[in-house]
């Protein structure tokens, strides 16, 4: 069971670039999300899902694309990446069910990124 | 939304000595709440959840949290640090009834000295 895998781990890109940060979880969770960690910023929600065809905004999702085609996987899209984006991201999901803030998140390893 | 601080961005214990990291939550409603550790190059786990129920809760790896609505905290402790518990400590909450707006804290790093 390998949980949640995110690749690549590290990328660094220049200024205007675009690349995919990729996510793929085995473990049949209808809810995905992306986090990005900055220092003394704890994680801050960019976006999420609670199932195929569905996403939604959290908190900083400026400048990133999401889309959920199975229930699998959730790519991130960065389309013209900027020095503000050089952060570690993670990927995490957890089941949805009746009483779903109570689910546990799951994360990847994560995804160093460097926008030069 | 949620709001969560974290008092103390940096933790120094020495091996043995009691953990304490601070946690408080802005909510008239009590959220659920969690704690989770990320070890150097890693992504996060979990130690331990509140949802309801026992105000005190058990974790792994011997920490413990409580819930005290009254001072809206959910401090982490653990009676005797390790060298092994070195890592950065997050606090989290959520709107009971939605994942979909988990707040974390800021981080607290935690250094146990030999």
């Known amino acids: 069971n390998a949980g949640v895998t995110q690749t690549p781990k590290f990328q660094v890109l220049k200024t205007g670039q675009s690349m995919t940060l990729q996510c793929a979880q085995d473990?049949?969770?209808?809810?995905m999300s992306w986090y990005r960690q900055d220092p003394g910023m704890g994680l801050r929600l960019i976006h999420y899902?609670?199932?195929?065809?569905?996403?939604d905004q959290g908190e900083v999702p400026n400048g990133y694309n999401v889309s959920r085609s199975t229930t699998e996987d959730f790519p991130l899209r960065l389309l013209s990446a900027a020095p503000s984006q050089t952060s570690v991201y993670f990927c995490?999901?957890?089941?949805?069910?009746?009483?779903?803030?109570?689910?546990?998140?799951?994360f990847g390893a994560g995804s160093r990124l460097t926008v030069l | 939304a949620q709001s969560v601080t974290q008092l103390g961005s940096h933790v120094s214990v020495s091996e043995g000595a009691l953990v304490l990291l601070r946690c408080n939550y802005s909510?008239?409603?009590?959220?659920?709440l969690f704690w989770y550790v990320q070890y150097p190059n890693q992504g996060l786990q979990l130690l331990l959840k509140?949802?309801?129920?026992?105000?005190l809760v058990k974790g792994i790896n011997g920490f413990e949290a409580e819930f005290k609505k009254s001072e809206t905290s959910f401090h982490l402790t653990k009676p005797s640090a390790h060298m092994s518990d070195a890592a950065e400590y997050f606090c989290?909450?959520?709107?009971?009834?939605?994942?979909?707006?988990?707040?974390f804290g800021s981080g607290t790093q935690l250094t146990v000295l030999p």
């Open positions: 473990m049949n969770h209808e809810y």
């Open positions: 909510s008239s409603v009590p959220p659920y």
């Open positions: 899902s609670v199932g195929a065809g569905i996403t």
């Open positions: 509140y949802t309801t129920g026992a105000t």
């Open positions: 995490a999901s957890s089941p949805v069910g009746t009483d779903s803030g109570a689910n546990v998140l799951t």
């Open positions: 989290a909450a959520v709107s009971s009834g939605s994942a979909r707006q988990l707040t």
